[in-house]
């Protein structure tokens, strides 16, 4: 009986590591293709919706180091400023610095490699200190299409005094594909309806 269970046992994992994709090359998960989103932000008194599009704006350099620009574009406007993200591709994972045009703010990791489940990290924003954990690296399906093997991170922490949480999904020859984010009564989800290219 136990030769049995114990050849079943090992059957089954033979099969599942024959039928799970191995995890795409991470540098795969960084994209400068530009983009198009669906936005929404809810707040206490209000709801907006519409579009972002994000414009790449070719590169830029910070103290020596060469990044990405990218600009995010709302429309309609209603009170959205424009918002900027600079990044780039490095062997332990892609950088950026925040979305505020603030050139003297430090970089974090968007995404630290290697890829694996589990994975935790702390940056700093403003100044506040946030949580990151890589919760898993799975499908996700958007109104648009299904996205295979995306990394989904959770991140968490307090900016004046106010908690923050955000999930943010990139998946492989994408780069960014969904984010839903909270901070007080604000709720903001982005989600990719269209990649350039």
């Known amino acids: 009986m136990k030769t049995i269970l114990g050849f079943l046992i090992g059957a089954f994992f033979v099969w599942f590591y024959l039928h799970t994709p191995p995890i795409p ?3 795969r998960y960084y994209s400068i293709k530009e983009a198009l989103f669906d936005v929404t932000v809810a707040t206490p008194n209000s709801l ?19 990044y990405h620009k990218f600009t995010f574009v709302f429309e309609p406007k209603l009170g959205m400023p424009d ?6 591709l490095t062997e ?10 603030k050139k003297e703010a430090p970089e974090y990791p968007l995404v630290p490699f290697p890829l694996r489940a589990g994975n935790e990290w702390q940056d700093m924003i403003n ?3 946030r949580k990151n954990r890589m919760l898993r690296i799975q499908s996700l399906e958007t109104s648009t299409k299904v996205y295979p093997q995306c990394v989904h991170i959770q991140s968490s922490g307090h900016y004046d005094r106010t908690a923050m949480s955000r999930t ?11 984010m839903h984010y909270t901070s007080g009564g ?3 989800s982005i989600e990719m309806v269209r990649k350039a290219g």
Do not use: C, H, W
């Open 48 to 66: 907006y919706s519409g579009t972002a599009k994000m414009q790449y704006g070719g590169t830029v350099t910070f103290n020596g180091i060469e």
């Open 186 to 188: 604000e709720k903001r």
């Open 83 to 88: 918002e900027y993200l600079f990044t780039r």
């Open 92 to 101: 332990d994972g892609i950088y950026a610095r925040t979305f505020a045009p």
């Open 25 to 27: 090359e991470a540098s």
């Open 127 to 129: 100044g506040y200190v």
């Open 168 to 178: 943010t999904v990139y998946a492989p020859d994408v780069g960014l594909v969904k």
